[in-house]
């Protein structure tokens, strides 16, 4: 993969927090591409009728963390592997979709 540099000015509190990384740039890529996939997603849903609402996703994230605070860590690390594994799969086939039907 080829890298390019980027010069960017951020508030004061983003500089800080990133001077706190151990690798900013890892940091800040990992962001982006956390943020896109989300986008990503977000369209996917509006796409098939759906929304994403605030009150939505707080609800969703409450679930979540009720369910994590059950499981052990080892089991919700490896739930989230299998996530992003199958995430990561759909988004390496992504140029390979299936016809609507």
Do not use: C
Not at 9 to 14: E, G, I
Not at 46 to 72: C, H, I, K, P, S
């Amino acid at each position: 993969m080829t890298k390019r540099r980027v010069t960017i000015s951020v508030p004061s509190d983003v500089a800080e927090a990133l001077e706190q990384q151990p690798n900013a740039s890892a940091y800040v890529t990992e962001t982006v591409r956390a943020r896109r996939n989300f986008e990503q997603f977000r369209d996917l849903v509006a796409e098939a009728g759906g929304q994403l609402t605030e009150q939505g996703m707080a609800a969703a994230r409450a679930r979540r963390l009720a369910v994590e605070a059950e499981w052990t860590p080892e089991r919700v690390a490896a739930l989230r592997a299998r996530v992003r594994d199958h995430m990561t799969a759909e988004l390496s086939n992504g140029d390979q979709q299936a016809p609507a039907a």
